[in-house]
């Protein structure tokens, strides 16, 4: 079957500029996940959304930071007014509910902030 | 707060031979699960292998297992037989056992692995 799906594959944007960064995670995977993958930082979770629950934004390093899932399926990472240090790969992963079903992944967004 | 460390940045071995990746991690918590990650040019994250900490059996897939020491606080990944296939960078990865806490990952820096043919 499908796997998660992110869109565009790669992104291009000046200094200033508002992102949409998108993830369409498995069918029937209830659990969202927004990771970033940076040179100067590594790994870092960002957000968290499972199911109807509030999600758990404790990832996300600004404000200008923010993510929405609409129908509890597709969802939207948006970075508003980007900085240079916003460069980075940003990789989605979604899993079913059970607690310690495995994480998929995409394939990822690369932003490049000029 | 949780943290993994990887302190080799690049690897290297031969088709055919074995290679040991090290990680270790620092956690105040007695049950969590580490994990190993591939991540090859196509930026997919592959899950290799996943380890529970509260058995003390070290996990085994195929060609790949881990040597866990709990008190040590090590968790190495040990590939066996080394395929031009494996080559990838590999992430050793925490997360807490439990409610919501199993996929936030707290990830190491990564150890980028050669394979010579």
């Known amino acids: 079957g499908a796997g998660v799906s992110q869109s565009p594959s790669n992104k291009v944007t000046e200094k200033g500029k508002d992102v949409e960064l998108r993830c369409d995670p498995i069918s029937g995977h209830t659990a969202l996940y927004w990771y970033r993958q940076s040179l100067g930082q590594g790994l870092e979770f960002l957000i968290y959304?499972?199911?109807?629950?509030?999600?758990?934004k404790s990832g996300l390093p600004s404000d200008r930071f923010s993510a929405e899932r609409t129908g509890g399926s597709v969802s939207t990472l948006t970075i508003q007014r980007t900085q240079q240090e916003d460069s980075a790969v940003y990789l989605c992963?979604?899993?079913?509910?059970?607690?310690?079903?495995?994480?998929?992944f995409g394939n990822g967004t690369r932003l490049t902030v000029t | 707060a949780q943290t993994v460390t990887q302190s080799q940045p690049e690897m290297s071995v031969q088709e055919a031979e074995t290679v040991t990746l090290s990680c270790t991690y620092d956690t105040s918590e007695s049950d969590y699960y580490l994990f190993w990650y591939k991540q090859p040019p196509s930026r997919q994250m592959i899950l290799v292998i996943r380890?529970?900490?509260?058995?003390?059996q070290n996990a085994t897939e195929n060609r790949f297992s881990v040597n866990f020491q709990k008190a040590a606080k090590s968790f190495s990944l040990k590939i066996s037989d080394s395929q031009l296939g494996d080559a990838a960078m590999y992430f050793c990865?925490?997360?807490?056992?439990?409610?919501?806490?199993?996929?936030?990952?707290?990830f190491g820096q990564g150890t980028i692995l050669t394979v010579h043919p």
């Open positions: 959304f499972q199911g109807n629950s509030a999600p758990d």
């Open positions: 380890q529970e900490a509260y058995k003390q």
């Open positions: 990865a925490y997360a807490n056992a439990g409610g919501t806490s199993y996929g936030k990952l707290t």
């Open positions: 992963a979604s899993k079913q509910s059970s607690y310690n079903s495995p994480l998929h």
